[in-house]
């Protein structure tokens, strides 16, 4: 077997990095640990660390509101040693890190976001190399503070880019238990399973066996709520037979009942909400939500693997609980698409407003929080400003797109401009 020295290169790079961060300055990773915008009530490793303790205990986690995360997350720390504890969480954390990377690379590599069955860029040619795909990913400031916080986020975006690298190669069942344990852990993946299920139908048509959409279509969906189903019962058997953490780990992203400021759109709104308008609006955030799934898998059908990477981008901005670990793993799909960039229009005012929120979020909150010299005003106004960055981010992309497919379908128009009538 042959060893790609730039990879190694570039893993060994990352991985020292982080250890030098994790060890050379101790208090950075608690520190980061409680910044709003890294980790949510839902990914929190603060809160992790408190359900172990009852768990350990034998006290439900789930006690008392402040544990929301899956019930396996539990036995599986459980087993690490307090003595070695924080030198092999921060290993695990590298780890899943790296291995986010290595399934980056992979996408990269199979050459779907520029060449597909139903469609092929005429800008094919104009591509990132893998290995710096798994640079940008692993060297995102965004990228490396999520690692140093520690949250469980970085475990749902492993198994969501593990999901796309195993469709893209065509292992559509691994791809589909492993979006059902990205669904279990975080409740928004399960949008994901759509387009997915068309990119591996389209992959899988390269093969000798070529299955009807409808018919790969119902294996996949099966096999995904049945892996699904096989999680809650491993969680109903842990947790003494109890479905208590169905409205816990579930139900806290569905009925939103703890509104811990983060970088979203939601806990302020509901904050102000009067609370007999408060179901109704639940339902249309979700809504809201759940339309994009539909009209980008049918708009956007010749490109099942750009749907998906538009969906992560548009959760990253409209779930309940969004950090920059989402952001972190949308920005890993955009250098797939560096043959659309030179179509792409506001790119200037879309990365000034992101690094603007970035700088300012942290200060807003700290006159917020500690200063007392501002209110929720100010920390909900940048949140503002970051969410409308990544907008346009996503908008651009998909402008960039369509225009790309718009060419290929009209070859006479290359090169000049469009405008809206």
């Not at 839902?42 to 172990?52: D, M, N, P």
């Not at 139903?118 to 503070?145: E, H």
Request: hydrophobic share 50%; with cysteine.
């Amino acid at each position: 077997m042959t060893i790609d020295r730039r990879k190694t290169l570039l893993f060994s790079s990352a991985a020292a990095v982080r250890f030098i961060l994790f060890f050379a300055f101790p208090r950075l990773p608690d520190l980061l640990t409680g910044r709003a915008e890294i980790s949510t009530p839902v990914t929190s490793f603060k809160r992790l660390q408190e359900g172990l303790f009852l768990y350990n205990h034998n006290v439900s986690p789930y006690d008392g509101g402040v544990f929301y995360q899956a019930p396996l997350l539990l036995p599986l720390f459980s087993l690490i040693p307090p003595s070695v504890f924080s030198l092999v969480i921060a290993l695990l954390y590298v780890i899943a890190d790296l291995l986010c990377a290595h399934s980056a690379i992979q996408i990269a590599q199979s050459g779907v976001a520029r060449s597909s069955r139903l469609f092929s860029s005429p800008r094919k040619d104009i591509q990132w190399d893998s290995v710096a795909v798994g640079a940008a990913y692993l060297f995102n400031p965004f990228t490396i503070a999520t690692c140093l916080a520690r949250p469980t986020s970085v475990f749902s975006n492993y198994t969501i880019l593990y999901a796309i690298a195993c469709a893209v190669n065509r292992r559509p069942a691994k791809s589909m238990l492993t979006l059902a344990l990205a669904a279990y852990l975080s409740l928004y993946p399960a949008l994901l399973l759509p387009p997915l299920i068309l990119l591996c139908h389209d992959q899988s048509m390269g093969t000798d066996q070529k299955p009807n959409l409808s018919t790969s279509a119902f294996k996949m969906t099966s096999f995904f709520f049945g892996s699904l189903s096989w999680f809650m019962i491993m969680s109903y058997v842990l947790t003494g037979q109890s479905w208590e953490f169905l409205r816990s780990t579930y139900g806290v992203h569905l009925l939103l009942p703890d509104l811990t400021p983060n970088v979203g759109l939601w806990w302020y709104f509901f904050i102000e909400m009067f609370d007999s308008f408060r179901e109704f609006f639940l339902g249309v955030f979700w809504l809201h939500l759940l339309g994009y799934v539909g009209g980008l898998c049918f708009r956007l059908r010749k490109q099942p693997l750009f749907v998906l990477a538009t969906l992560v981008g548009i959760f990253t901005i409209f779930q309940p609980y969004p950090s920059i670990a989402d952001a972190s793993l949308y920005f890993t799909f955009l250098p797939l698409y560096s043959h659309v960039f030179p179509l792409m229009r506001y790119t200037f005012f879309a990365m000034a407003t992101i690094l603007y929120a970035t700088l300012l979020g942290p200060a807003f909150y700290y006159l917020w929080i500690y200063a007392g010299s501002g209110n929720a005003n100010f920390f909900y106004a940048i949140t503002l400003v970051w969410s409308l960055g990544l907008s346009v981010v996503v908008g651009e992309c998909l402008f960039a797109v369509l225009r790309d497919e718009w060419e290929v379908e009209r070859p006479e128009m290359k090169g000049k401009d469009v405008r809206r009538i």
